[in-house]
């Protein structure tokens, strides 16, 4: 149900040497995804999952100077070790967010990753619509490539542990 | 999923003489949509469905002055016979939609339909829910109880010649 529209779109992939499992299971469990969520020497100091369609996924994230950032939303689609997708333009029950997002970002999007097995590893892929142009190029410039390359490495050196 | 609140939402129910198969049939497939769904002398002129989360709700509604106010969105929840969610907080696709929403209402709302079996008939419960009071007030005075009841009724007469 994704139609992706570079205008509007941003999306990351990579084929990392972590089984699907391990990274769906870091996605999906707080304890899992407080250790690898933002790149340092930024922290996730809080997270809250409610792992069905209209459950909350609710993060906070700590600046290296303290301020907290909070991000709220729910999940869209949840199908195990396959497909992840939240947004945070409805909150927890599916009920509309305010039109300015606030916490970390100000505007809205949906977030889809989408893993699939390659070979001992897996082929990840992160994507992320917006409403509009202005939406998507603000997340571009906040370092989308980056932020989400640094936390997906940050998750294979977790998982790897795990 | 739904965590109803009575400062931001809005809810009506009734038994209605109907079988919910049929009243689910009417909600989900455009031809028998089109002729009960708005007030008349309002009329439903176009109406496009695909019946699955992410996918699209469009409705094109005609005043008797011939003004059309279209109506777009995608679906949450799709559990045949039982319950139907929507938003036009999404897109299709589960993209974010602009903060006004224009078309037949300039605000976003998630709305549910329950249907349960009640002897012969169908205890039906609509439920809408906003992002915030002045959302909820401002639907509330456009006559949501008055409009859905009316719409129900017309639903259960095209119904029983289905």
Redesign the interface.
């Known amino acids: ?3 992706f529209d570079p205008k ?1 779109d941003l999306t990351f992939e990579r084929i990392v040497e972590v089984p699907k499992e391990l990274i769906w299971k870091a996605w999906t469990t707080p304890e899992h995804l407080m250790p690898w969520f933002c790149p340092l020497p930024w922290k996730t100091i809080r997270c809250e999952i409610d792992l ?4 909350r996924f609710r993060t906070v994230m700590q600046s290296p100077e303290g301020k907290e950032f909070p991000g709220d939303g729910c999940y ?2 949840v199908i195990q070790n396959e497909k992840l ?1 939240w ?1 945070n ?11 300015q997002a606030g916490g970390s970002v100000d ?4 977030a889809t990753i989408q893993l699939a097995t390659h070979g001992t590893g897996t082929h990840y892929t992160a994507t992320v ?4 142009e202005a ?1 998507r190029d603000t997340h571009d410039r906040m370092g989308f490539q980056e932020g989400w390359g640094k936390a997906l490495d940050q998750l294979v050196e977790y998982a790897k542990k795990m």
Do not use: Q, S, V
Request: overall charge negative; charged content about 10%; hydrophobic content about 35%.
């Open positions: 149900m994704n139609h509007f069905c369609p209209g459950g869209l689609e997708t947004t333009a409805l909150l927890p029950g599916f009920r509309p967010a305010p039109p505007f809205h999007f949906t619509i917006h409403g509009n939406d």
